[in-house]
């Protein structure tokens, strides 16, 4: 497959003013007229008209109203291109064919249990008709669609409904028309049998807009949480941005096949089912704060992402990373900002810290890619955010507002870039970003040591701070980067000491700016040896390496201000623990434990002012891909869980008392409501039940068991069924078909069910998932039921996956081969499972480079695997 680079773009030749597209629906013959009202591109000089396609099939073609003779056009599948097109406007009318039954990609127009659909990001319209299927091109679509009356009662497009009725034999129509300019990618149509939700919003300029969200008949009770999400993410954007909704009607559609979460087409947002329905006993806690982050979300994106669209797709973090940080800022005010901090950071170096450190690492901004789709990712996503976050730490608040004020006044219908954006910031600021731009172009988690010196007869305390970045593919060398460090000093106490910083300009406000390979802070008048709390809110994602003594973590655990840090601290503590114990493990030595870690827990634990979200989270030991991505090389995955065990153990057994008194102390006879202070209970309780169990004992088994039986909510079920299971504990099967039996009806909760029993770190696993495939519940061409069972397998079971007889990697390469011919981003997807295969020790990376080079010399690979496995591999 070709390369295609960000230095080779040119503006389009053809710019497209409207779209009118008649879509005839049909199981397996769609036929698609679209009128394009082409004309020439002013800063471009046209030569030949070249439409992308992609596996179509052309019926017709005419200019202005006259069929073309068929020697002036060339159509393939994949391309129409017209060599000697008129030198002005003109309009072109494309007849297509396309058939949505065999449409397994879900790419494009396709049918999801009957309901006809589109996904048209990032290439997917050329599979509709012909067109420059680029987001630099942006047009007024108008969408007339016809069906059978009976086969889809309801029929949606982007935009306002303009005009709809009967037509003879049981067909009927709707024209809707989208008065706002758009790129392709954002168009959408719907056709099906669709129950609907209604409510209305009453926007800042009291203009009434109504709600509706489309689900499959017999679902509408579980949409509700997911419109009240959708109103408060209304009224958020218009307090915390001042951007108002633009048109009358905003529709979201839940469909059950759907590659990614959700899609923000103009108007008619389309969903992965998974986000749209929930209720207390089919969804748990985590469920419900999924649905209100991506609901608002995509809901955000109808000003980043939709009004001012991506000139082109290198610039996918311009709308990803910035609506992934909006969202984040929704969650934050809406639930408890510590908690969603340290929930976004983990899961930023569970997923984007591996991505950056292995062979698929890129820049926030690539600069080359031979498949788009291989893209959204989370260093474009969750580092994409982490860049806007630390504009915003860099330049303050109230100056990054008027930053995004300029934005969207100076860019809004247009197709911008990154420059564009962070242009606007410095505008506003005055600050000179042209250092900072290196986020955006240099892959790769910067590494910053910090070594701290107290002076007692100078009374100064001196910071030295160092980094570096790794080479990452095709970027050897790095420049240094300007790092924003959120900091404070403590005293003894754990108070804050004044920041006293005479010497140079290095720290502004309370953020020391690291921007030269290496930099030296002093701090004066500092009558004892303060301790060192940086990085706080984790401003800036990076790896930190600081000389902070364990009496030093202890002391942020137990004081510091700023709650990030004091999970970190507990984290870091944790880690050392965990990492020593991993060695002496791997030498046949038994694991030590910690007494401070304990004590720093328990204190934790017992205060009460604290949120038990917050507690939750501290209390939960960093996870085997945490441990692992610290020890980077050589790794033996079994030692790791075994570590870690042992730690959990220890916890549940010393700290057993008082575990024991939280989760009767916060066992509630309220009904279930899944609001996050009652989530953050339940969380606790959970928790303290899971620790509790790591001892084998058999009280916290029965305890487990009671609770899946009486438990009135999902969260509570599941985590008593996920306590048993991971455990192995005694009634585990009786549990696991209970839970089938009563919830068979939902695959979304038979989604759960996959996914618990391919976590289980027990060595009949593989067994198990293998036999799973061939469950009636289970599919390989509905992606929820994939990612359910092999990518929770694959990316969530690190003992399993990796084991050492190779079994798990052959496993899931059979796997990507079956999935690749029907659906090859999935397939590509679950594929980068093995981007971590060179950390392992050799016996375990030998099968897995072997399992990889099966997949690459398997013939008539999709693009999008051919690129991860070649890029994996290189
Ligand atoms: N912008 C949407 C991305 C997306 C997508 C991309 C490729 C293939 C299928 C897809 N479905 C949705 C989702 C979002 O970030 O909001
Ligand atoms: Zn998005």
Redesign the pocket.
Known sequence: APVIRLSDYQAPDWLVDTVHLDVNLHPTATRVRAVLALRPNPTASPAALVLEGDGLALISLKRDGVPLAPDSYVATPDKLTIAQPPHGPFTLEIETLVDPTANTQL?GLYRSSGTWCT?C??EGFRRITYFPDRPDVMAIYTTRIEADKSEAPVLLANGNLVESGDLDGDRHFAVWHDPHKKPSYLFALVGGDLACVEDTFTTMSSREVTLRIYVEHGKEGRAGYAMDALKRSMRWDEEAFGREYDLDIFMIVAVSDF??????NKGLNVFNDKYVLASGDTATDADFAGIESVIA??YF?NWTGNRITCRDWFQLCLK?GL?VYRDQEFTSDMRSRPVKRIADVRNLRAAQFVEDSGPLAHPVRPAAYKEI?NF?TATVYEKGSEVVRMIGTLIGHDQFRAGMDLYFERHDGEAATVEQFVQCFAEVSGRDMTQFMRWYAQAGTPEVTVKTRYDEEKRTYTISLKQTLAPTPGQPDKEAMLIPLRMGLLDKNGKDLPIINAQDGSIVRDVLILDKPELTVAFDGMAERPVLSINRGFSAPIKLVTDLTGADFALLARHDSDPFNRWQALQTTALRLLIDNVSRLRVGGVPRADDHLIAALAAILDDAGLEPAFIALCLMPPGEGDIAREIGRDIDPDKIQRARQALREDIGIRLGAELSHAYERLTSSEPYSPDAASAGRRALRNVALDLMAATGASPAFTRASEQYAAADNMTDRMAALSTLVQHDAPGRAEALDDFYSRYAENALVIDKWFSLQASSPHKSTLDKVRALTSHPAFSMGNPNRVRALIGAFAHGNLTQFNRADGAGYAFVADAILEIDPKNP?LAARLATAFRTWRTFETGRRTLAEAHLRRIRSHGGLSRDLADIVERALA
Do not use: I, V
Request: charged share 20%.
């Open positions: 790419s996904q990001e990032a590659n990614m979460g959700a899609m923000e979300h995509e994106h990803e609506t789709n959204y981003q």
